[in-house]
C-alpha cells in the first residue's frame, strides 16, 4: 500500500485556481472506476484547499498515476488539462502530509482545528460512495488521533487559530461593541456553525442566520438564534452590521446591488466560491474582507510549537507506519496458521476415538512435532549443501527467536528424550543412526 496525495492548497495556489477546481462533483468514485489499480480514494475540500487521497499499490508508477488524477480532475471541474498542476507526494512524504494536513499545521491559519473535522467529513464521504479502502481509513483515522494530540501537547490550537477568528478579528477593526453588533449569517455548513459559536464567545447577541437551501430555521433553532426568510432578506441586509457569507456554491449570494441598498456594512466571506461579488469591494459603504485578505494577515504561529508538533506528526507517522508493516504480513499468518491448524486436526482423526494412555499421547505429540519440522529440516541440510548455512540459520533466528549461536552450538542437542518406542536414544554424543526420519 502506497498513500499518494495529490493538492492545489492556498501553499502552492491562487485560491481562484482552488476554487475552480473545488467544483468537480462526483470524483473519488470516478477515480475508482478510472484507474484500476486504485484501492481507495479520499477527497478532502475546504476553503482553501482540494487535496485527492488516493491508496495505490506500491508498484504503481507515481507520474502516470499523476497525470491519470490530473486528467480526471481537469474534465470533472471543466478546466484546461495544462491549468491543472497538482502538488504530489506518495510514501512517507505523503502520509506526513496527510497527517500535519490533519493537525492544522499546512492550514492557512496555523493549529486550526476545523481541519480535523473536515477531514473525519472526507472520510465518512468517502466511506459512504464506497472509495475509502481500509488502509486509507485507517490513515484518516490515525491523523485525526494526532491533530488531538498535537492541540494539546503544543496549543497552537489556542484561541484565534482559526479562520473565522481571524476574520472576526479583522471584522472587529470596523465595528463597535460585539453586544451592540447585528450580524447576519448566510450560509448553514461547518463554517456558519463555527461562525456561530465564536460570536457567542464575543458577546454578539443578535445573530440570525439566512440559508438558500431552506435549512435556516432548522439551523438557527439548534443553537438559539434567529432566521430571515427569503422575503424578508433585503431588510435582514439593511439592519445588519456585519454580514458573514460562507455557502461556497459558485454563484454570489450578495451582489453589487443588494450591497449598494444595505447600510453601512462589513461583509466578511469566508467561502471559496465567493459568496459575495467582488466588486461590493468599490462600494462606499462596504468593506469587504475575504479569504485573500484574510490570508495575507494571518498571524505567526510560535515556532516552538511548530517544531513540537513537526515532532509529534514525526513520531506518529513511524508508528503508523510500523503497524502497517505488521499487518502486511497477516495473509502470511493466516496461512501458517491454516497450515498447522490442518497438520494437527489430521492428527487428532488419525488418533481414532479409543482412549489413549500416556504413552500413547506422547507418541502423537513426537509424531506431529515430527510433521511440524518436516520442511524445515529438509531446507536445513538444502542450504548446507549449497553453502548456504549462514542465510538459513538468520532466516531460522527471525522465525522462531531463537540465538544463532544457540543453534549450532549444540547446546540443546541432549535435551529431546527419544522414546524407546520410535528412536534410540544418542549414546556418547553420536546420532542415532535413523534420526534422520524426522524430515523424512
Known amino acids: ?36 489499480q486504485v484501492r481507495g480514494v ?4 475546504t476553503c482553501n484547499r482540494v487535496t485527492i487521497y488516493v491508496d495505490a499499490p506500491a508498484s504503481a508508477d507515481p507520474h502516470a498515476l499523476k497525470d491519470a488524477v490530473e486528467c480526471e480532475l481537469a474534465q470533472a471541474s471543466h478546466t484546461p488539462r495544462e491549468d491543472v498542476q497538482l502538488r504530489h507526494l506518495w510514501g512517507r512524504d505523503g502520509l506526513v502530509d496527510l497527517f500535519a494536513t490533519a493537525s492544522g499545521l499546512e492550514s492557512m491559519v496555523i493549529g486550526e482545528r476545523e481541519i480535523a473535522g473536515q477531514m473525519r467529513r472526507a472520510a465518512r464521504t468517502a466511506w459512504e460512495d464506497g472509495t475509502l479502502s481500509c488502509d486509507l ?50 450560509g448553514t455548513g461547518a463554517y456558519a456553525g463555527a461562525t456561530v459559536s465564536a460570536l457567542s464567545a464575543l458577546g454578539a447577541s443578535e445573530v440570525s442566520v439566512y440559508s438558500t437551501s431552506g435549512r435556516a430555521r432548522e439551523f438557527a433553532q439548534g443553537r438559539g438564534i ?24 459558485g454563484s454570489p449570494v450578495l451582489t453589487r446591488d443588494m450591497a449598494a441598498a444595505s447600510g453601512r456594512t462589513v461583509v466578511l466571506d469566508l467561502a471559496l466560491m465567493r459568496d459575495a461579488e467582488s466588486s461590493v469591494s468599490s462600494l462606499p459603504n462596504v468593506t469587504l474582507i475575504d479569504l485573500p485578505t484574510i490570508q495575507a494577515s494571518v498571524p ?47 492428527e487428532i482423526d ?6 489413549l494412555s500416556t504413552e500413547d499421547a506422547a507418541r502423537a505429540l513426537r509424531h506431529l512435532a515430527a510433521r511440524l519440522i518436516h520442511n524445515p529440516t529438509v531446507l536445513a541440510r538444502r542450504a548446507g549443501e549449497e553453502s548456504q548455512q549462514e542465510r538459513y540459520l538468520e532466516a531460522l533466528s527471525v522465525v522462531l527467536g531463537i540465538d544463532e549461536a544457540s543453534l549450532t ?26 534420526v534422520h526420519t524426522l524430515g523424512a
Request: aromatic share 4%.
Open 300 to 346: 505567526a504561529a510560535d515556532a516552538d510549537a511548530l517544531t513540537r508538533a513537526r515532532a509529534i506528526i514525526d513520531e506518529e507517522v513511524s508508528s503508523f507506519e510500523r503497524g502497517l508493516g505488521a499487518r502486511s504480513m497477516d495473509p502470511v499468518v493466516r496461512h501458517l496458521r491454516s497450515r498447522v491448524f490442518r497438520i494437527v486436526e489430521e
Open 350 to 355: 488419525r488418533l481414532g476415538d479409543a482412549p
Open 226 to 249: 434567529g432566521w430571515v426568510e427569503s422575503a424578508s432578506l433585503p431588510a435582514a441586509l439593511k439592519r445588519s452590521d456585519l454580514v458573514v457569507t460562507c455557502r461556497g456554491l
Open 1 to 36: 500500500m502506497t498513500i499518494h496525495v495529490l493538492s492545489a492548497d492556498h501553499r502552492y495556489a491562487p485560491l481562484d485556481d482552488i476554487a475552480r477546481l473545488s467544483g468537480a462533483t462526483d470524483l473519488g468514485p470516478t477515480l475508482m472506476r478510472s484507474l484500476a
Open 137 to 186: 481509513g485507517r490513515a484518516a483515522e490515525r491523523a485525526s488521533a494526532t491533530s488531538r494530540r498535537v492541540a494539546t501537547e503544543t496549543g497552537l490550537a489556542g484561541a484565534g487559530r482559526s479562520v473565522v477568528a481571524v476574520g472576526l478579528d479583522m471584522a472587529a477593526a470596523h465595528l463597535g461593541p460585539w453586544e451592540a453588533t447585528r450580524v447576519l449569517i448566510v
Open 42 to 45: 479520499m477527497v478532502l475540500r
Open 409 to 434: 552450538s549444540g547446546d540443546h542437542a541432549g535435551g529431546h528424550a527419544f522414546s524407546s518406542g520410535d528412536h534410540d536414544r544418542p549414546v556418547g554424543g553420536r546420532c542415532p543412526h535413523d
